[in-house]
């Protein structure tokens, strides 16, 4: 028997998990060595549920995606707590903290992302450029800057046992910026009584994904939940006050039209950068992530990989290669990346045993964008930030025709935009049916019917049937997973009969969660028909 293909993992957060996961069946065959390793001393968990574990609507065995036993047992490697601090390309050797060296065929990084720490006066803002993380050297590899008592991240277990006692205090807690991630944990703070204020410098939240008519429905409702909104208010420093104990603490964000916003706690929602710093001492090509073809392949070497958070997808071409400053960014999507990794474990279990691998390497487009809240209904997808009464750009490019409804009394708001018949970009705020009629039709490139008006009807008193029936066995429940209703259908006959059990056998809701309504809907839909059937 030949030699098995020596693969090492570094990272062991959701896709790289996932990565190991679908690897298993080549290590337990012997086609395949693997060690994987992850610098937290846990087992991996979904860090897009970790709002949630802060305001005690979760708990941690309910975001553990994958047992490490179960790696162990099927004769993989799983190094916990531990860094890798250097990688030899030409030896094909990574070196741990420890001073272990691990040799590898093929190397796998999935190091994921870290919590944007923006420029303020009073906080320390590391810097990762090339030039600083070569100054710095392996102190830079895998670690975090320290924050000042009172200002934090929410971006891992530490961080999430932090804000939960504010939470559980009922403090006054300052969201600094209006992202997705950020208004979910302000809203899941507010409920649970907690004094939120959200910040941030632009006029209206969720500015990457709504349009200015979506932005303020979606402010007003979050007023409507108790969410002091500080909109035009970009932040130039954070002021500190000394605590009984002699130490310095958060006290307030000062802004740059002179609002002095006190707080108990600040939580630094500002997006992600990747975590690039190995790449970049080893001398891997990188830019806004690790720089890999279509194939995940590095450019810098044929034997490197990268997936997830960290990996930014460039073609390979004479003009890309020669450009200083190349196109895109990591997707920031747990759902990419669990595809990702999918394809990679194909592709390498092929490797192992001399098969063809000929499944295409997975393409995304636009991801659908879901608030997740049990009151407030937010879906969007592509650039909705064009005015309904726009010309064509010129007579040679395709007119997008914008459709628009909104009814801000109520929190209703729907956007279309269509090029050709075809659906190219929604928002959608307090329509949950409407939004998942739009992203049936988005995910299937389907054209909308020529009465736009009956899409809104779907949310009326006078529902009229769906254009794409949401019901098809085809019809996609979970776009993190790619799990399908006949999927979802056939684990309920088996006897999982409520989400949790469904997570568990076909992985779908386990992402961004945004499918769990859905999956609880049929579950209803499913006992109903076997009652009348009965």
Not at 176 to 185: H, M, T
Not at 214 to 233: Q, W
Not at 275 to 296: C, K, P, S, W, Y
Request: net charge negative.
């Amino acid at each position: 028997m030949p030699n098995p293909l020596r693969v090492v993992v570094i990272g062991f957060g959701p896709v790289g998990a996932r990565l190991c996961e679908d690897l298993l069946p080549a290590v337990r065959d012997g086609a395949i060595d693997l060690t994987v390793v992850g610098a937290e001393q846990h087992a991996p968990y979904n860090r897009v549920l970790i709002a949630e574990l802060a305001a005690a609507r979760a708990d941690l065995d309910g975001i553990v995606l994958h047992d490490p036993d179960d790696s162990v047992a099927a004769g993989a490697r799983i190094a916990l707590g531990t860094r890798v601090i250097g990688v030899d390309r030409d030896a094909k050797v990574v070196e741990l903290e420890t001073g272990e060296q691990i040799g590898y065929d093929r190397l796998v990084l999935a190091t994921g992302a870290r919590a944007n720490v923006p420029t303020l006066a009073g906080l320390e803002r590391p810097r990762y450029d090339a030039d600083s993380v070569v100054r710095a050297g392996t102190a830079a590899v895998g670690t975090d800057p320290g924050l000042p008592s009172g200002v934090t991240v929410l971006r891992d277990l530490a961080d999430a046992e932090r804000v939960r006692r504010a939470v559980e205090a009922k403090a006054r807690i300052i969201v600094l910026g209006a992202g997705v991630l950020g208004l979910e944990f302000a809203l899941l703070a507010a409920d649970a009584g907690a004094e939120v204020s959200v910040l941030h410098h632009g006029p209206t939240p969720m500015p990457r994904s709504l349009d200015r008519g979506a932005g303020t429905v979606l402010a007003r409702a979050l007023k409507a939940r108790g969410i002091t909104v500080f909109a035009h208010s970009r932040a130039e420093a954070v002021a500190f006050h000394t605590a009984d104990e002699g130490t310095r603490a958060f006290d307030a964000v000062v802004t740059a039209d002179g609002n002095y916003v006190r707080g108990d706690l600040l939580v630094l929602s500002c997006g992600v950068g990747a975590r690039t710093e190995l790449a970049t001492l080893a001398g891997i090509r990188t830019a806004a992530g690790i720089i890999v073809d279509e194939q995940l392949r590095s450019w810098s070497d044929d034997d490197v990989y990268a997936i997830g958070d960290c990996a930014h997808v460039v073609a390979r071409t004479p003009e890309n290669e020669a450009l200083a400053r190349l196109p895109g960014a990591p997707t920031g999507l747990i759902g990419p990346g669990w595809r990702q990794a999918a394809w990679l474990a194909g592709r390498l279990r092929a490797d192992a045993t001399g098969a063809v691998h000929t499944e295409p390497a997975p393409s995304e487009k636009d991801a659908v964008v879901m608030l997740k809240d049990e009151d407030i209904d937010v879906v969007a997808v592509g650039e909705v930030d064009i005015d309904i009464w726009d010309a064509p750009v010129a007579e040679s490019q395709p007119h997008r025709h914008v459709a628009q409804w909104a009814d801000p009394q109520h929190g209703r708001y729907v956007k279309i935009v269509t090029v050709d018949g075809v659906l190219d970009a929604f928002a959608c705020i307090g329509m949950p049916r409407t939004a998942a009629e739009l992203t049936l039709l988005y995910d299937r490139q389907g054209e909308l019917p020529s009465d736009r008006s009956l899409l809104l009807r779907l949310d009326g008193a006078d529902a009229v049937g769906a254009a794409a029936d949401a019901f098809a066995p085809t019809s996609t429940v979970c776009s993190c997973n790619g799990v399908n209703v006949q999927r979802v259908t056939d684990s309920i006959a088996d006897g999982n009969d409520t989400v949790a059990c469904l997570g568990r056998d076909t992985r779908a809701g386990t992402g961004c969660g945004g499918c769990k309504p859905r999956l609880a809907e049929l579950i209803e839909r499913f006992a109903l028909t076997e009652v009348a059937r009965a």
